[in-house]
């Protein structure tokens, strides 16, 4: 019993070096949370459209505050993100791109693939809305 008390945990936090893989797994399950939170709201603004005017007024002064927009900010990083890291689990579903070097590139062009895609649609939005 003593040998077991003894025994050092696995992993040490304090010592394990986070990988790349394994930081974009966690983001990837933080913006799966995300996306559930945006669809929650997506509802409430539909909701507010079908009860009338006066409710979508409300719903739209909401988006259109600081905080909406930081929110659908928050939201579109998450889709691109989780979209483009979708897409790479697909082809690690067919056996392809597990080695090291093939999983940090891929890894890395989801991010930047993520960064990216967001500039281009908040560029687009806001000239389409007239902000830019």
């Not at 936090?13 to 939170?37: D, E, F, K």
């Not at 998450?78 to 392809?96: E, K, M, P, S, V």
């Not at 930047?112 to 902000?131: E, K, Q, S, Y």
């Amino acid at each position: 019993m003593a040998d077991a008390r003894n025994r050092p945990l696995s992993p040490h936090l304090q010592v394990y070096r986070p990988q790349i893989t394994s930081v974009l797994s966690i983001t990837h399950r933080a913006t799966g949370i995300v996306l559930s939170l945006g669809s929650v709201f997506l509802v409430l603004w539909l909701l507010a459209a079908a009860a009338g005017p006066r409710s979508f007024e409300i719903a739209q002064d909401c988006a259109g505050s600081w905080l909406g927009y930081a929110f659908l900010f928050c939201f579109s990083v998450a889709l691109f993100y989780h979209l483009l890291n979708g897409i790479r689990h697909l082809f690690w579903d067919t056996g392809h791109g597990f080695e090291l070097a093939t999983a940090t590139r891929t890894g890395w062009a989801v991010v930047i693939g993520a960064v990216m895609l967001t500039a281009v649609a908040w560029i687009l939005g806001l000239r389409i809305v007239g902000g830019l």
